[in-house]
Every structure is written in C-alpha cells, then in structure tokens.
C-alpha cells in the first residue's frame, strides 16, 4: 500500500503519532518526503505538477509505504541497505546521468551484485526505476559472460574484477556500442553502502 500526502493537507494526515495512529503502526511505515517535481514524474496522474508562475505555496510531497516485513524480520545489514533504498537509486541515476552525458541516448542495463539473490532484486528494481526517471531508456537485458570468464573474474579483487568485467562484456558485444551498464555493488559484506559503476564501450568508472 502507498500513501500520497501533500503539504496543504499535512494536519489531516500527517504520518505522525497521534490520537489515529500508534507509534507501532507508524513503525511498519517507510515515508520519504518528495519535491513536486519528482513526484509529479513518478506518480503522473496522482501528484500535479508545478504551475509554470507558481502559485504562492510551498510544496512537498511524502510517500509512505506500509513494510511487507516488521522491524527486525530482516538481517541488519540489509535492514540498513533497503530502508532508503530508493534515495540511494535516485543518488546513483542522478550520477550517471551528469557524470556521463554523452550516454543519455542509450539504453540502459541494470546489473545489481549483492550475496542474496532476493535483495539482487530489489537493487536491480529501484536502479531500473531511478534511471526511467532520469529520462533514460532501460532494458531488462542483462549481460552475459562465459562461464571462464566468470571463474576468472571470481578469483580477482573487486576493484579489478569489475573492470575486467566490463571490457569481457565489450568484447563479447554483451553491452553494445549502443548500450550503456550501471552496475549497483555491494563491495564488502561488513559495510552497507552500496556503489555504483559505469560501463560504456569497455571503460568502466565507478560513480561512488
């Protein structure tokens, strides 16, 4: 279930605890506060764009969504890594958007490197999403690699494999002159920050 709430209408709904909503109910709650014209692009129809004038008035937008899981039913790191997911694809399409301008007219795959294949889905996803919103064409392709080519690969550091990667996926024609690859990393399984990386005509360069 998603919750649109407006500004103006902020004292009627107000994701807050009070006398309609408990501090338990509001925990199964994952609210994230919009500008209008993020909204209005990824919920057309539901959010009003700006006026071109204005109108006097500052806007906002949250969007709150009920948790299909309670607190504490996922392991922490990926508590920590899914809870702002969608700002954290936003930060990371927004990268590859500025950073490589020159790529805007290609389409776009998605890899998401990740130890549980259930979250490979969520990062993979919200990637997708973020970069639709950028203006982006994205494809559900994915890139293929030899089975050598990945035993190679699974022996190397991260910091050398990724790259490596990409110039197999060139050569192999997996990513095209006309695609371009944003790669959604976990590096390490003690941190929870995830990065994010290009690849383009066999070049790879990571973004954060």
């Not at 107000?14 to 609210?31: N, S, V, W």
């Not at 993020?38 to 764009?49: D, N, Q, W």
């Not at 950073?99 to 795959?109: F, G, I, K, N, Y």
């Not at 050598?148 to 192999?172: F, K, N, Q, S, W």
Request: glycine share 6%; hydrophobic share 45%.
């Amino acid at each position: 279930m998603e919750l649109l709430l407006a500004t103006l209408l902020a004292p009627l709904v107000d994701p807050a605890p009070g006398i309609l909503r408990t501090k338990r109910a509001l925990r199964r709650l994952e609210c994230e506060h919009l500008d209008p014209g993020t909204a209005s692009r990824r919920y057309p129809g539901r959010v009003l764009p700006e006026r071109p004038r204005g109108d006097f008035v500052e806007r906002s937008v949250m969007v709150c969504r009920q948790r299909l899981l309670a607190p504490g039913t996922r392991p922490d790191r990926e508590e920590a890594i899914l809870a702002d997911l969608d700002v954290r694809a936003d930060a990371m399409a927004t990268a590859a958007a500025s950073v490589r301008p020159e790529l805007a007219e290609r389409t776009w795959l998605v890899e998401a490197f990740y130890p549980d294949a259930r979250v490979v889905g969520k990062l993979s996803f919200a990637a997708k999403n973020a970069l639709m919103e950028q203006g982006l064409a994205v494809t559900d392709r994915h890139p293929r690699l030899a089975v050598g080519d990945v035993d190679v690969l699974t022996r190397m550091p991260p910091g050398e494999a990724y790259p490596a990667a990409c110039a197999r996926y060139h050569a192999t024609g997996s990513v095209g002159a006309g695609d371009a690859l944003l790669a959604v990393v976990s590096r390490d399984r003690r941190e929870t920050q995830l990065h994010a990386g290009i690849c383009a005509d066999g070049r790879w360069e990571w973004l954060q």
